[in-house]
């Protein structure tokens, strides 16, 4: 009988003790969530509990801005991840324009002329004469100039023209750049005659050096210097000529 009392308070013990970790298991599942998890398995199993996320580090390149766990970012590979790996280039150096080839050269889009005096007048008057191309100078703009410029300093060949360039001035150099005709003499340009030589002969070569194109500006040299004042009596020349400040200035 004694016996069979133990047997029944045994059993009443371990109920209270079921029913006591049963209530704190439920208590710890309504307050805490996930430890509540962690405390019922603590009491029920003798595993280690489980690592939960937060006590492991995430790594911060893959944790999406707003926080969330589950959302990721994707890191955009760069050049040197893409060469390595032997792919192209993705990035917008891989877009960038590529160095551009030197512009051909501009095609004539008129006769070039050659301008000269009037030998009939006493006054300076300039008389225009279209210069023959071969294919090579029309199909060249810098090309048609320095064939216009050479015959221009070859003399006339009609008696009704006259020239006031001095005889022995050579073309140096003719180059058509974004600012203008740029127009290198011998310095036999600079020798002799008065006034009225002196202007004749920059009207002649600035009229012929912007006649294809009577807007453009001119860039006179002698002997690759600036040519600025002109003669003893010291005409003064703009630089940059063109035809309407040269009428302007030396009324033409």
Do not use: C
């Not at 937060?54 to 801005?65: H, K, L, M």
């Amino acid at each position: 009988m004694e016996d069979r009392q133990q047997q029944e308070a045994s059993k009443m013990r371990i109920s209270t003790s079921a029913a006591i970790a049963g209530g704190i298991a439920v208590a710890a599942l309504v307050a805490g969530g996930g430890t509540g998890i962690w405390a019922w398995q603590k009491l029920t199993s003798s595993d280690p509990p489980p690592v939960t996320v937060n006590e492991v580090e995430q790594p911060t390149s893959a944790t999406a801005p707003t926080g969330d766990p589950d959302a990721v970012t994707t890191e955009t590979p760069t050049a040197t991840d893409e060469a390595a790996s032997g792919n192209p280039p993705t990035t917008a150096a891989a877009n960038a324009p590529q160095s551009q080839q030197p512009p051909a050269a501009a095609a004539t889009t008129g006769v070039p002329q050659t301008y000269w005096l009037s030998a009939s007048s006493t006054e300076l008057e300039l008389v225009a004469a279209e210069v023959e191309l071969n294919a090579k100078a029309e199909a060249d703009a810098e090309v048609a100039l320095t064939s216009a410029m050479e015959r221009l300093l070859a003399g006339p060949r009609q008696d009704s023209e006259a020239t006031a360039i001095p005889e022995g001035t050579r073309l140096r150099n003719v180059s058509i750049r974004e600012d203008g005709v740029h127009i290198d003499l011998s310095r036999d340009f600079t020798t002799g005659g008065g006034t009225f030589s002196m202007t004749g002969r920059v009207a002649q070569v600035l009229h012929t050096a912007t006649s294809l194109d009577p807007g453009a500006r001119v860039w006179l040299n002698v002997d690759g210097e600036p040519l600025e004042v002109l003669g003893g009596e010291g005409i003064i020349l703009d630089r940059p000529l063109t035809r309407s400040s040269f009428a302007n200035d030396f009324q033409l």
